[in-house]
């Protein structure tokens, strides 16, 4: 019997640019903040290893201080922990994996995979296929051994993409996952994938440990993997872990001051704010007031969130006949106001939005 914890594409020191100031420090900490929940995780499961199966710092350029701040995080782990060069942080000469040098530092737990050797961790020989570039055409499990006289648990270490999940996309560091698992494999833990994907009974992503940006599916999580012996089938229990929120619902459309309402409400809803990200695109036709009211009540929501990023550039407004008729404007202005509601044209209709909005704010 072996169980331990699978956790991928932590990418350590991501400069996540999106968040600013004081917000993107806190994000940015927290990668390292959540390593260590992820220890946490195996003390509560007494696990026997965890496995990073890659980018485990964003880029090999990272300074001695993203470093450091990793061994420290390392500490806390209570088994050995073996870490893949991927394409991220590729092990290449200057490898920020290198500069960890975990044995100098009191880290014996920790194994940095820099060539093939495989490791042997209880009744479970674990089988690295480091990256020593970032892109390559070939595949990087191609010379991982078929299993011979060994009727111990074998488990592959790898990143990059399975090949039935990589149509469409880039070609490098592509793995041949049928002929990996016809080698006698139990499991294969892979990274390169953000989201947590299973992609057969014997192999899956466990996605990064906090998400990177909105389009990710199923971030946030490590893989609990336990296999009873050789050759039986693995059992794999998602465990979230992640402390940032990234929230990202499918366009919307508003059609007036209801919809503003419902999606107000929904925003309001939002638990642990300061740490939730959210992505809207909204689109519609609303009237002065509602637009108005959405603008400030966004611009509240900005501020006590992580970050928002809303696009309301496909948001149209259109002046209702009460709030044209409410406009007290004599003289130049309010023939201004008389000519454009009369071309009733698209440009018309937004040089008269702007014109109301001037007047409102010189009042």
């Known amino acids: 019997m072996t169980t331990f914890l699978h956790t991928a594409d932590w990418q350590l020191g991501l400069t996540l640019g999106r968040v600013e100031g004081d917000r993107g420090a806190r994000a940015r900490n927290q990668r390292f903040d959540t390593v260590q929940r992820i220890a946490a995780l195996a003390v509560e499961h007494a696990v026997d290893a965890v496995v990073v199966p890659g980018d485990v710092f964003d880029d090999n350029s990272v300074g001695p201080h993203h ?28 490898s920020a994996l290198r500069r960890l040098a975990p044995a100098e530092h009191g880290l014996d737990h920790v194994h940095v995979l820099l060539t093939d050797e495989p490791v042997v961790i209880g009744e479970a020989t674990f089988f690295p296929a ?11 499990c191609a010379g991982l051994p078929e299993r011979g006289d060994d009727a111990g648990i074998r488990v592959a270490v790898a990143h990059g993409s399975v090949h039935d999940f990589s149509r469409g996309s880039d070609p490098n560091n592509c793995i041949d996952l049928r002929a990996l698992l016809a080698k006698g494999f139990d499991f294969v833990a892979l990274g390169d994938w953000h989201g947590l994907q299973i992609v057969d009974p014997r192999a899956a992503y466990s996605g990064t440990h906090e998400a990177t940006k909105f389009s990710e599916k199923d971030p946030g999580q490590v893989l609990l993997v336990e296999i009873s012996e050789a050759g039986a089938t693995p ?22 001051g209801a919809d503003v309402d419902a999606l107000l409400a929904e925003l309001d809803a939002l ?22 009211r959405l603008s400030v009540a966004l611009e509240r929501h900005a501020g006590e969130l992580m970050h928002l990023d809303a696009d309301l550039s496909e948001v149209r407004q259109q002046l209702t006949t009460e709030e044209v008729e409410q406009l007290d404007t004599p003289g130049f202005l309010g023939s201004a106001v008389d000519t454009l509601r009369a071309l009733d044209t698209p440009d018309a209709e ?5 014109l109301v909005h001037l007047i409102h704010g010189a009042a």
Do not use: I, K, Y
């Open 130 to 140: 480091p990256l020593f570039r970032r892109q390559s055409p070939d595949d990087p």
């Open 271 to 292: 638990e642990d704010r300061s740490w939730t990200l959210v992505q809207l695109r909204l689109s519609g036709v609303l009237s002065l007031t509602d637009r108005t």
């Open 67 to 94: 470093v450091q701040a990793l061994r420290d995080a390392l500490r806390d782990f209570p088994c050995p922990v073996l870490l893949l060069p991927g394409n991220h942080d590729p092990a290449t000469a200057d």
């Open 350 to 354: 937004r040089a008269l939005a702007t």
């Open 235 to 256: 059992v794999l229990t998602p465990l979230p872990v992640a402390r940032t929120r990234w929230v990202a619902p499918p366009p919307r459309h508003l059609d007036g």
